[in-house]
C-alpha cells in the first residue's frame, strides 16, 4: 500500500513555462515533506521541503505547497529550465515501526524542452 | 572528498558470489541508510543505523547483511542474490535530530545479479 503517490510518472513542459510536480500522501500523521531530483548516473540530491505546519515554502525558482486537507503536495518550479530535466521524488517523514523514515514517492520525470 | 560516495558503481555478480558493497559519508552525520531502488518503484528503505547501531530491518532477506563499523562508513555485503535483487543500491546518511530531516544521498551501484 503506497503512502506517498506520485500519479504522473512523467511531464513535459517548454523551457521558460511553469512545471508543476503534484504528490499525494495518505498518512495524516506525516509531519514534514521533501522534494528530491535525481539526475540519472547520480544519487537524488535535496531540493526543498516543507513542514506540516507551513503551507508553502519559497526557495528561487522552486515553491512547494502543502494543501493538507488535501494531503496533496505540489513542486513548482518557475520559470523552468532544460537543466531542470530531472527525475523528481516526493518524500514524507513520520513515524513507523517506532522509529522516523522517509517515505518516497515512485518518481516523476520532468522534461524541460529548449 | 566531500559528500557520500559509493564503490563500486557498478557490480556484476553470479548468485553463488560473495561481494560487498561500501559507502563512505564524508559529512559528519550520525545516521546511514542504505536503500533499494528497482525499477517502476519508489525508493524502499533496507537498513538504518544510528549511532554505528542498527535501529531499523525492514524484514530484508538474509542474503544482505550490512555493517556499520563507525560512523563514517557502511557495507552491505551480498551471498547468495537471486535475479530479482538487481537494482540500484543507495547509500545516505543524515544528521539526526535536526528539525529538517534532509538526507544526503550517494551515487548508487547499480548491480546486476545474472
Known amino acids: 500500500d503506497q503512502q506517498v503517490k506520485q500519479n504522473s510518472p512523467s511531464l513535459s513542459v517548454q523551457e521558460g513555462r511553469i512545471s508543476i510536480l503534484n504528490c499525494d500522501y495518505t498518512?495524516?500523521?506525516?509531519?514534514?515533506f521533501l522534494w528530491y531530483k535525481k539526475y540519472p548516473a547520480e544519487g537524488p540530491t535535496f531540493l526543498i521541503s516543507?513542514?506540516?505546519?507551513?503551507d508553502k515554502n519559497e526557495d528561487g525558482r522552486f515553491t512547494v505547497f502543502l494543501n493538507k486537507s488535501a494531503k496533496h503536495l505540489s513542486l513548482h518550479i518557475v520559470p523552468s529550465q532544460p537543466g531542470d530535466s530531472a527525475v523528481y521524488f516526493c518524500?514524507?517523514?513520520?513515524?513507523?515501526?517506532?522509529?522516523?523514515?522517509?517515505?518516497f514517492g515512485k518518481g516523476t520525470k520532468l522534461t524541460v524542452n529548449p | 572528498e566531500t559528500g557520500v560516495t559509493q564503490t563500486p558503481r557498478h557490480l556484476v555478480m553470479g548468485m553463488t558470489n560473495k561481494k560487498s558493497l561500501k559507502c563512505e559519508q564524508h559529512?559528519?552525520?550520525?545516521?546511514m541508510y542504505w536503500y533499494k531502488q528497482s525499477a517502476k518503484k519508489p525508493l524502499e528503505l533496507m537498513f538504518v543505523?544510528?549511532?554505528?547501531?542498527?535501529?531499523e530491518n525492514n524484514s530484508v532477506p538474509s542474503r544482505f547483511s550490512p555493517e556499520c563499523p563507525n560512523s563514517s562508513h557502511l557495507f552491505l555485503h551480498l551471498h547468495t542474490l537471486q535475479p530479482e535483487d538487481s537494482a540500484l543500491y543507495l547509500c545516505?546518511?543524515?544528521?539526526?535530530?535536526?528539525?529538517?530531516?534532509?538526507?544526503?544521498f550517494g551515487p548508487g551501484t547499480r548491480l546486476t545479479v545474472t
Open positions: 545516505a546518511s543524515s544528521q539526526e535530530r535536526v528539525s529538517s530531516y534532509e538526507q544526503y
Open positions: 518524500a514524507a517523514k513520520g513515524l513507523q515501526g517506532g522509529s522516523e523514515k522517509l517515505v
Open positions: 498518512n495524516s500523521m506525516f509531519d514534514y
Open positions: 543505523y544510528s549511532l554505528e547501531e542498527r535501529v
Open positions: 559529512l559528519g552525520h550520525n545516521a
Open positions: 516543507i513542514s506540516s505546519i507551513k
